[in-house]
């Protein structure tokens, strides 16, 4: 059995791991971690009646947690030292949480091979996503102009989604750096072209109602290729938040990306 603690268990996604983690019969839940909870258990609450795992609303009060695995759905501004938390505990990392920067990444990818401890960082656990990044990398290398439109709902806090920076990052690995559009042109209303990461422009939608979408546009003369996915329920990212949590521990260092551990 796989001892797993929930951190951000009082936000959509934790709370879905949450119900995950307790229906999957190789796994424990023997904690849960949100800053926002003020109950002791959490079978407190109505949908968790009867399991009376130990609520934690202070990252240090976690110290003494047996937990394995660490599963992370919390905010762009907590995750990184939360990460560092788990891996200083000798707790592996499962993190779906978006909006870190690549220093941070790299400073935990550091810590985490210094003590050896198995993580993933997943931009996004959906299969259909992760299709999606190696189907655009493979159609860059014939279609260099690309642009890439992400949607969310409009509770998401950061911009550009971090699949939207991780597919872009794949491409550049296949294409080289080549400014889009005409040399000359002028955006008339700020922020009109979107972001702009090598040349390729990401644009970010959010709208209520909406999950996870991401559509990736190649154009070329006379020809053009759409590649598209949507995640309509967050239940669709939790296989791949199994597997990293059944695998993770065989690992040494800290991953990035689900294509690793699939
Ligand atoms: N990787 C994926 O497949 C995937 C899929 C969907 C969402 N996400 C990402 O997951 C994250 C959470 O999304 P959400 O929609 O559940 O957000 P949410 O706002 O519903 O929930 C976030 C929760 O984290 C809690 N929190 C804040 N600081 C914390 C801390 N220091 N420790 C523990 N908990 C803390 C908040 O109180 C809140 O309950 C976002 O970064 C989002 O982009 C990733």
């Known amino acids: 059995m796989k001892k797993v603690i929930v951190a951000g268990f009082k936000g959509r996604m934790g709370n879905t791991a949450s119900h995950m983690v307790i229906d999957h019969k190789d796994f424990e839940l023997v ?62 990392p499962v993190v779906g949480t978006t909006g870190m920067t690549d220093e941070q990444v790299n400073e935990l990818q550091k810590l985490a091979k210094a003590k050896k401890i198995g993580g993933l960082i997943a931009p996004n656990f959906g299969i259909s996503a992760v299709l999606l990044m ?24 950061d911009a550009p989604s971090g699949t939207a920076i ?34 390729m422009h990401i644009h970010s939608v959010r709208l209520p109602g909406y999950v996870a979408h991401e559509q990736v546009l190649f154009g070329s003369e006379g020809e053009a290729l ?21 695998k993770v521990q065989d690992y040494d260092e800290l991953l990035v990306g689900l294509e690793h551990i699939l």
């Open 31 to 92: 904690g849960v971690f949100d800053p926002r909870a003020t109950e002791k258990t959490l079978g407190e609450n109505l949908e968790f009646k009867g399991i009376d795992v130990p609520v934690y609303s202070k990252v240090a009060d976690i110290a003494s947690s047996t937990a394995d695995v660490w599963i992370d759905f919390t905010s762009p501004t907590s995750v990184y030292e939360n990460v560092k938390f788990a891996i200083e505990n000798g707790i592996s």
């Open 134 to 157: 190696q189907f655009a990398q493979q159609a860059a290398k014939y279609f260099p102009n690309v642009e890439i439109i992400e949607m969310h709902h409009d509770n998401k806090l």
């Open 166 to 199: 991780n597919t872009a990052k794949l491409i550049a690995e296949v294409r080289a750096p080549k400014q889009q559009g005409n040399p000359q042109e002028k955006e008339t209303l700020a922020g009109a072209r979107g972001a702009n990461y090598e040349g």
């Open 226 to 246: 759409t590649i598209r996915q949507d995640s309509f329920d967050r239940s669709s990212f939790m296989s791949g938040v199994a597997v990293a949590v059944a």
